[in-house]
């Protein structure tokens, strides 16, 4: 049998198991929970409608001695109507939450009994008015005292009955559990059996292969220069684990510089064509641009200061300013200018580069906040260009959030690609993020949402960064989170 086979039978033995004990167990709480939840709520309204119609029974006694012995107060009387509803109401509740057909028989008679006791009230109370207060004494004293004892005997009986229903229900719970535990021990010495089993298979099938696995592994890595061995060499599943995570690394990382490496090449592909007519386009536009910008200042000059037209030499001068800051643009996309490499302070450049954004920020009141990291190595850069893609990123974040927002720029040191130590860069703003379906385009040439933009901006930042062996990359862009992280190569100690 084959070692995946083996395993396969493994693992579906061992989730066959676990499936089946939870589920034991599963039905088992749900069913003991279910019979509790059905004996709480059927018995506690019975219970409390019994006991609560014995009391307002009690609370009905007296009243009519007392309204004879008072002189015919008939506060009396009607202090006993505003407690015969409560009574009536109680009645209809034990008859709603009776169980049993001794229940139902009890609460019937219950109400022929309370219905002859106050009957009778009745009739001695009228007896009473009509002046027969003998009569009505003896109506009292023998036909109601021998109702009321009857129906509060009929209510104890009741509490019985009810009394009997739960005690029944409780010995039904008992033996539903006994079942339960029953099933339950089963499953559990039916777990162990197989789990023996399962034990024997998996030494058998799994363990010794993968000892031998291990062995062969152990013997392939011992002319690996890498330091790292795993922590325990006798764990032969923690050896292969270990072995295995590190080839999975190396395939990783190799994958990844793999996938950078075709994107470089289909991005400078794309590039060079794009540059081409990028730089043809320039030219062409510049000489006739000159043009009517000295055309321009002529008829200015002719006219003078006429503020009829000063408003519109005003608007073409700013769009042909813009033409130029697009030229200009397209002709350092199409020829980006060498390099010009020094071991710089990364922190040096960003104070350098908030010197000169700071007053966009003074404009629209934004909040910038630093966080440098501790002892950052240098990094070799052409600081004018590095400047410019912090500019360009900073003017992005200060764009994209509200007046009052926020703009923070942070430092820190990680490593990158296995062991290489880089200085990263985050300027993280609080704007409104980056729709995700256009998050894939916004590094393409000429790709831009704003309506006055050229789309180089971030095209031309992650090819500086690409040109110091670096990368320029969005990490997040939700809303009230959007960060953009600049990776560039540390200086190694000792290094230049």
Known sequence: MKLATKVSVTLVGVLLLAVLSSAAALLSARHIGRLMQDMVEENLSSVRAAEELEIALLEQRGFVSSYMVDGGNRAWLEELNRRKPAFRRWLDRARETAHTPEEHEIVSRIAKVYQDYDARRDEAIALYERGDVEKARTVLLR???????????????????????????????????????????????????????????????????????????????????????PESPEDELRAVGFYLRALMSDVAETRSSLKRSQDQLMNAEKLASVGKLAASVAHEIRNPLTSLKMRLFSIRKEIGGDPQYEDDFRVVSEEITRLESIIRNFLEFSRPPELKLRAHDVSALIDKTLELVGHRLEERDVDLVREDGLR?????????????????????????????????????????????????????????????????????????????????????????????????????????ETTFAVRIPAVREGGA
Request: proline share 3%; aromatic share 6%.
């Open 143 to 229: 036909d109601m005292n021998a109702l009321y004892d009857r129906a509060y005997a009929l209510c104890e009986d009741f509490i019985a009955a009810n009394e009997r229903f739960i005690e029944s229900r409780i010995a039904d719970g008992r033996r539903q559990i006994q079942r339960n535990t029953l099933t339950v021990g089963v499953c559990v010495s039916l777990t162990i059996g197989l789990s023996l089993g399962l034990l024997y298979l998996f030494f058998r099938g799994v363990l010794l292969p993968l000892r031998k696995m291990a062995e062969d592994a152990r013997a392939f890595a011992a002319n690996d220069a890498r330091p790292a061995r």
């Open 376 to 480: 950052l190595p240098r990094v070799i850069a052409d600081s004018e260009q590095i400047k410019q893609v912090f500019i360009n990123l900073i003017g992005n974040a200060v764009e994209a959030v509200e007046e009052g927002g926020q703009v923070r720029v942070s430092t820190a040191l990680e490593v990158d690609g296995g062991d290489r130590w880089t200085v990263v860069v985050r300027v993280r703003d609080s704007g409104p993020g980056i729709p995700e379906a256009i998050r894939d385009r916004i590094f393409e040439p000429f790709f831009s949402t704003k309506e006055d933009g050229t789309g180089l901006g971030l095209c031309i930042a992650a090819r500086i960064v690409a040109r110091h062996n670096g990368r320029l990359e969005l990490e997040s862009a939700s809303a009230g």
